[in-house]
């Protein structure tokens, strides 16, 4: 998951800085030099902001690390994801490698357009986020449709579809 390498940089910055002010403090010690209190308080402050800053890139990217990881197992697992099937009383215009708009034959309908092809993968507060079936990190884009009476959800579990979907409003 977290590529160590990149932790040499910023660990390296911290131990360079304690063994430089280890070495200077000692250098002064063993030529009996005495420093004001404000020079010593300076030095610890610009050691602790420099150790405080390298310890801040380490968490950064390890953060990072961990963020493209979980990305790629997301993209991944995608097919696993249940699928989804918009049905909205106005026209979405949503677009994706693999959606589909299928207006409906009835015009009394309650929802006249359908959308198919969409995996769920987050819902969070009123907002749902979707992906087009065919979706890749290189040329896809997320779909967030907030939660509203003008739409209706139908969710099946990704294995529960064996042939292609049945196009009904």
Known sequence: MFEFHLAVSPLSLAAGVLLLSAAARLQRRRQGHTRGESVAIAEWAMVFVLVGLSLFWVAHDYSAAVGTSRA???EASLATCPDAVVFSAARLGLRGPG???????????AY??????????LQS????????????????AAILIPRSDSLRLEFTPAVARPGSPTLRC
Do not use: H, M, N
């Open 72 to 74: 790629r197992a997301a």
């Open 99 to 109: 959606i589909r708009e299928v207006p409906c034959a009835d015009p009394a309908a």
């Open 112 to 121: 006249p357009f359908r959308y198919d092809g969409l995996k769920l993968v």
């Open 125 to 140: 507060g009123d907002q749902y986020l979707f992906l087009p079936a065919g979706w890749r990190r290189s040329t896809g």
